[in-house]
């Protein structure tokens, strides 16, 4: 079959998987795609637990498949099984979220060309709430041919057999979700050590190592904790990948995410950034990296040229991983190193400008209502708090801190503190609640009061820079009056006149080093 899918002629759709000791993320992920799949073809490579009848009950045809070290043959094998038109390759815990099943159905059925192998965006959830996800893009639905095969013994590729058919890569709709496993510590470990096993052996028959494997050895050493070895790894990738290449950006961007400020010089990162600038000199994951180190050393003018670069002009090479938000991110970073040097009509512009163009970003709708707090101007706060998802306590609490921080941004404490005090007794743990809560208690000596509304604020912004500082604060009023209780033994009175400066309204800004993303690899069935 060539050229566009019609209706009478509606293609077969293969989901293909290959498992091991799935049971516990399986059934989710294969419900997401039964109403689309004609067939499901899943291939265990030797489960002890009860994956291969959830497979079954879940419509699956279940193959076995001896495990010989190496993905790109087992891979290989399932596909040989498959019979649609088409297939899709998913890993265990990963699934298409909301409308994605639908949408790549729909596509399939009208749009696709078996001329073509496609990209799907495969995104991981943040770490820690408040943060940014993962994305990347990756060759996951291609036109089922004799002549398509996968190569590595890990970090296996089927794009080099694409283009060798002279296939057209482009992009499919929708999009595959990961497991939230992908954060946990001890199964990255395992997979690390996993990897590094294979690694070894076809490196022992790929003299010298290839960048593939040198990327997956960096990865592997940094979720070991291995920064060293990780670095030297990302080092010997860069030597060896093509030059401008996206394995090459991807060391480069390993390397960042492994610097140790304790065993390298204050400037590394920055000189890692301008060598890899004047490769990518767009890139816009690099200038954000860039101008956040320039910002921690105050380096406020170059910062915000850098900032200003990712926005205007910022690139995104969808098949490195990358920050799913980064777009908003940088305008955010932008927004707010304008807004520490008092250019705030400027950073208005640059958020309205980003929102223009992400209007569904929650993330920068936030940062204009920041901005209007800290201007006073309620009314336009309250109508941006309205756009936003339907909050859990409800609209009203919300809008009722809304008003008490724009009151809290011009000092008036008083009756800031009752409409903030009356939104959280009401349930109400939106961040914007919480952190202008804690702005009127610390701010006015209330410090012992701070602390509940403190670790409510820690429970849904764990990473928040600002939030630490001020948690660094509450630590330091502790440690003195216990200081003083063991000196004096006074009765602790907490509101003794001890007020804590706090600068109202102004912007949290990212912490150095700069969130990066992992180097996440595309081989993740959880073998030995």
């Given at each position: 079959m060539t050229g566009c899918a019609t209706q009478t002629s509606r293609p077969r759709l293969s989901v293909a998987m290959i498992v091991r000791n799935e049971q516990d993320v399986l059934t989710e992920s294969l419900e997401s795609v039964r109403p689309i799949a004609d067939e499901i073809v899943v291939l265990d490579t030797g489960s002890t637990d009860q994956t291969p009848l959830i497979a079954r009950r879940c419509g699956a045809m279940v193959e076995q498949f001896t495990?010989?070290?190496?993905?790109?043959?087992?891979?290989?094998?399932?596909?040989?099984?498959?019979?649609?038109?088409?297939?899709?390759?998913?890993?265990?815990?990963?699934?298409?979220?909301?409308?994605?099943?639908?949408?790549?159905?729909?596509?399939?059925?009208?749009?696709?060309?078996?001329?073509?192998?496609?990209?799907?965006l495969v995104e991981v959830p943040p770490a820690v709430p408040g943060t940014s996800g993962e994305q990347v893009a990756q060759m996951r639905l291609v036109p089922n041919?004799?002549?398509?095969?996968?190569?590595?013994?890990?970090?296996?590729?089927i794009r080099l057999s694409v283009e060798a058919a002279g296939l057209h890569v482009d992009i499919a709709p929708g999009r595959i979700l990961r497991h939230p496993r992908q954060h946990n510590p001890e199964r990255c470990s395992r997979i690390a050590r996993r990897d590094l096993e294979l690694a070894e052996l076809e490196i022992a028959g790929d003299s010298p190592p290839s960048a593939r494997l040198l990327l997956v050895a960096g990865e592997a050493y940094g979720n070991l904790d291995d920064r060293k070895q990780a670095r030297d790894a990302f080092l010997k990738a860069i030597e060896v990948a093509e030059h401008g290449s996206t394995e090459m950006l991807e060391a480069y961007y390993g390397l960042l995410t492994n610097f140790d400020t304790e065993t390298s010089g204050c400037d590394d990162?920055?000189?890692?950034?301008?060598?890899?600038?004047e490769i990518y000199p767009l890139d816009a994951q690099l200038l954000l990296a860039m101008g956040n180190y320039l910002q921690s050393q105050n380096r406020l003018?170059?910062?915000?040229?850098?900032?200003?670069?990712a926005v205007k002009h910022g690139q995104i090479n969808l098949e490195v991983?990358?920050?799913?938000?980064?777009?908003?991110?940088?305008?955010?970073?932008?927004?707010?190193?304008?807004?520490?040097?008092?250019?705030?009509?400027?950073?208005?512009?640059?958020?309205e400008e980003a929102l223009n163009c992400n209007s569904d970003s929650s993330r920068?709708?936030?940062?204009?209502?920041?901005?209007?707090?800290?201007?006073?101007?309620?009314?336009?706060?309250?109508?941006?708090?309205?756009?936003?998802?339907?909050?859990?306590?409800?609209?009203?609490?919300?809008?009722?801190?809304?008003?008490?921080?724009?009151?809290?941004?011009?000092?008036?404490?008083?009756?800031?503190?009752?409409?903030?005090?009356?939104?959280?007794?009401?349930?109400?743990?939106?961040?914007?609640?919480?952190?202008?809560?804690?702005?009127?208690?610390?701010?006015?000596?209330?410090?012992?009061?701070?602390?509940?509304v403190l670790q409510d604020w820690y429970k849904v912004e764990p990473a928040n820079a600002e939030l630490h500082r001020y948690l660094e604060a509450f630590r330091q009023?502790?440690?003195?009056?216990?200081?003083?209780?063991?000196?004096?033994?006074?009765?602790?009175?907490?509101?003794?006149?001890?007020?804590?400066?706090?600068?109202?309204?102004?912007?949290?800004?990212?912490?150095?080093?700069?969130?990066?993303?992992?180097?996440?690899?595309d081989s993740s069935a959880d073998v030995p």
């Open positions: 495990w010989c070290e190496d993905f790109s043959a087992a891979r290989n094998h399932c596909f040989s099984l498959v019979t649609g038109n088409w297939v899709l390759w998913l890993d265990a815990g990963e699934r298409l979220p909301g409308n994605s099943a639908a949408e790549l159905r729909e596509f399939i059925d009208h749009l696709s060309d078996q001329s073509n192998a496609y990209t799907m041919r004799k002549d398509l095969e996968f190569t590595g013994r890990l970090r296996e590729t990162p920055l000189n890692i950034c301008l060598e890899a600038l003018d170059l910062a915000t040229r850098s900032f200003q670069v991983w990358h920050l799913s938000e980064l777009a908003e991110m940088a305008a955010n970073c932008f927004s707010a190193i304008l807004q520490l040097q008092g250019k705030d009509k400027e950073a208005f512009t640059v958020l920068l709708r936030r940062s204009l209502i920041d901005l209007h707090i800290k201007h006073g101007r309620s009314a336009e706060a309250i109508e941006l708090i309205d756009q936003l998802p339907e909050p859990p306590g409800g609209r009203r609490p919300l809008q009722e801190a809304v008003r008490g921080a724009c009151m809290a941004a011009g000092q008036n404490w008083t009756p800031a503190l009752g409409r903030l005090q009356s939104a959280y007794l009401s349930g109400c743990r939106d961040p914007l609640c919480l952190r202008w809560l804690s702005v009127v208690l610390l701010s006015n000596g209330q410090i012992e009061a701070a602390a509940p009023h502790r440690r003195a009056a216990v200081a003083k209780a063991d000196s004096e033994e006074p009765s602790l009175d907490d509101s003794s006149g001890h007020q804590y400066r706090v600068d109202q309204g102004a912007p949290a800004l990212p912490a150095s080093p700069v969130q990066l993303p992992t180097i996440s690899q």
